[in-house]
């Protein structure tokens, strides 16, 4: 991971905990400004970097 905020990263770590479905679910959950248990403290520039590091390491898995 690239230099995130602690609270980013932090929520970056309990979501991919949760599973590929649920990093999907909260990629576009972030996408159409929704807020989610998991992110809700995170103020909007940290969840556009959560949705940047989720996005990231959700095309890891894409490539394959």
Known sequence: M???EPEVEQ???AICALGCNEVSACI???QQA???PEYQ???PQQRASLLREL???M???EER
Request: hydrophobic letters at 45%; charged letters at 25%.
């Open 11 to 13: 929520a970056v770590d």
């Open 55 to 57: 996005r990231s390491i």
């Open 41 to 43: 403290s995170l103020d």
């Open 59 to 61: 095309a890891v898995y």
């Open 28 to 30: 576009r959950a972030l």
């Open 34 to 36: 929704q807020s989610r």
């Open 2 to 4: 690239n230099s995130l």
